[in-house]
DNA sequence: CGACAGTTTGAACAATCTCAAGCCGCGTGG
DNA sequence: CCACGCGGCTTGAGATTGTTCAAACTGTCG
C-alpha cells in the first residue's frame, strides 16, 4: 500500500515476493529543504522516492554547485560506489522508502525482476544524462530553458498528471544550477518567453505554457 | 582468448560459462573514422570495446555536436532503449565484441554475474556522467581541460598503461565538443598550459604531464 | 508591520566564440 | 625525391552571450 508503487522499482516485484522487500524496507520523511544524502559519506542507503520533489547536487570547493536532476515520485536514488558522489535535499516535504545498503545485493538476488528494472533505470538516466551533456555543452540559454520547461511538463504527463500549467518546486537558483547558468539569466529568459507570448507566470513557481510548439522550436527538438 | 578480457565485462563470467557468452558473440572490426552506432537506429547490438579508442557522440539539428564520452579497450558500449540515443565512431582501428540484443536478455538471465557487473559499471557511468554534468555547467575553460588531461592519465593508470605521457588518439574539434568548448579554445588552452611549464607537446596528441600538481589545482579536485 | 528569502531588472564587464589567416605534418603524385 | 594539397592545429582581433555587481520589488511568515 504505497502511494506511488505503480511508478517505482517496486512496481515489477510480484505480490508474493512484497514481503521480501517491506521486510527491509524503511519509510522515511524529509521536511523540505533537509539534505538526506551528503555527498562524500558512505553510501549506506538507496532511497525510493514516494512523495515529493528533490534535487541532487554536488559541490566544488569554492562553492560552486551543479544541480545534477530534480527527482519526483517513483524515482530511485542511490546508485553510486561506496560513498556517495552526489548530494540530496528535499524540495518539499517528502516521503522516502529506504533500503540498506548491505541488505541490498541479497535483496537483488532474490527479487531478479528487480534488477532487471534497476538496470533499465540506469540505462534511462544514462540516456537522460547524455542530453543533460548535450543541453550545458552546445546548447544557448533560451535553448536549455524551454527544453527544461518542455521536459518537466512530459514527465508531468509520463506520471498521469496534468502536463500543462507546471509547478516548478525549486528556486530560479536550482534551476540555473541545473542548467549551468546563473539566476539572473533564467530569470530573464522565463521574462523573454513571457513577453514573446510562450509561457504565462501566474505564480513564479507556477508556469503555463502558452505556446508549446514555439517552446519546441527554441529547445531544438526534445 | 580475449586482448580485453581482464577488463571488460566477460571478466566476471566463470570459465565454464564462457562458451554461452560466445556462442552469441562475433568479434567486428572498425577501421578509424567508422560510424559503427547510428543514433536514432533500431538498437540491434551491444558492444564491448577489446581494442582501439572509440567517440560516442550526439547531433543537434543545426550541425552542433557534443561528445558524451571517449571509449577504449574493455569499455561497455550499448545500454539504451529501443533505439541508439547517440552515434558512436573509431577514433583508431579498434575491436569490437558485438552481442545481438535479442538474446541479451536471455544472456543476462544465464549469467546473472554478468548483469551484477553491468548494473555496477552503468552506475559507474551514471558517477561519470554527473562528474562531467559539473564540468560542462560549472568550470571554466582552463578547469575542463586540466580536469580532461587529468582524467585521461588516470584511466590509462587504472588499466596499466603509463599515465604519463597521455596519448590524444582524437582531435582538437572531438576534445572541444567534449568538453563543451569551441577547437581554439581548446588550443589556446593547451599553449597556455605549455607556456606555463604545466605540460610538454612533443606532438600535438603527445602530452607529457610537467606539474601535476599544478594541474590538479587548476582542474579544482578530481 | 517588518524582515527576509527569492525574484526581477539594469548596466558594465569578461570569458569565450566567431571569423579570418597562417602554419605544420603528412600523404600523394609528378 | 620533392612539390603540392589537405586536414588539423595555432594564433590574432573583434563580436557576443552570459556573468557580475547592484538595486529594487514581491510575497510570505513571524
Redesign the interface.
Known sequence: MCEARAFSICSVVKNEDLHVLARSTTVVEAAGCDVFVHEGEPAGYFFSITAGAVKVF?L???G???V?GFLFEGDFLG???ERY??SAEALTPVRLCRFPRRRF?DL??RL?AM??E??GR??????A??????L????SAKERVASFLLSLSSRNERLGLPGNPVRLPMTRTDIA????LTTETVSRTFTSFRNEGHIRLAEASLVQLTDRPGLRALA??H
Chains 1, 2 share one sequence.
Not at 129 to 134: F, I, K, P, V, Y
Not at 136 to 139: A, F, H, N, P, T
Not at 177 to 180: F, K, Q
Open positions: 554536488k566544488l570547493p569554492n560552486r554547485r551543479g545534477v546508485l553510486a560506489g558522489a552526489f545485493c537483488l538476488d531478479p534488477e532487471r534497476l538496470l540506469a540505462s534511462d538516466e544514462l540516456k544524462a547524455q542530453e543533460q551533456m548535450l550545458l555543452g552546445r546548447k544550477d541545473y542548467l549551468g531544438i527538438a
